[in-house]
């Protein structure tokens, strides 16, 4: 299988829009009330902000491509544009998302070394991020990836709060 990333410009508003829509959905669906994956789904891939989020020079998003197909994607977020801790030694996996069909080839983890990989020439400590404690397939994904718990915060899903463990990867 060939690998490719590419960085996301702000031509990719859509793509990145509608493939966020399309992941998030294929992960969180059966967990999740209509209603609630809705509220989610127009708030947090909002056009407008998502262009916000690509405008930011602290937030990065990448495309994985296998076989000149998209795969997947990565969100990565530095200082103030982090969601939680705000470590200047740290970078935030705030989205890692491989498409159905293409799971189970690795690939989760060819992006989670993408993440090592900018970290380090950004000269940062660790990696860390939030995953919803009733996630157990990513959880167990991030243990065998090195990543720990270290606490938890909340994450909303439309009106229901949720709780999100907090994993870190030292580098």
Not at 139 to 150: P, V
């Amino acid at each position: 299988m060939n690998i490719t990333f590419r960085q996301c410009v702000s031509d990719d508003i859509y793509t990145l829009q509608n493939f966020s829509y399309r992941t998030f959905n294929e992960t969180y669906i059966n967990m999740n009330t209509s209603s609630n994956m809705k509220a989610y789904l127009e708030e947090a891939f909002d056009v407008n902000k998502l262009r916000g989020e690509l405008a930011d020079s602290n937030s990065l998003f990448y495309f994985l491509y296998a076989d000149g197909e998209l795969a997947g994607y990565l969100k990565l977020n530095e200082s103030a544009a982090q969601t939680d801790i705000n470590d200047l030694q740290s970078i935030e996996i705030e989205r890692i998302y491989i498409a159905n069909e293409f799971q189970g080839k690795g690939l989760g983890g060819v992006l989670i070394n993408k993440a090592i990989d900018i970290a380090k020439m950004r000269k940062k400590s660790y990696l860390w991020l939030g995953v919803w404690e009733k996630n157990d397939k990513a959880i167990l994904f991030y243990k065998k990836n090195g990543f720990e718990e270290i606490g938890t915060h909340s994450f909303f899903m439309g009106d229901e709060e949720q709780t999100d463990l907090i994993m870190r990867k030292i580098l």
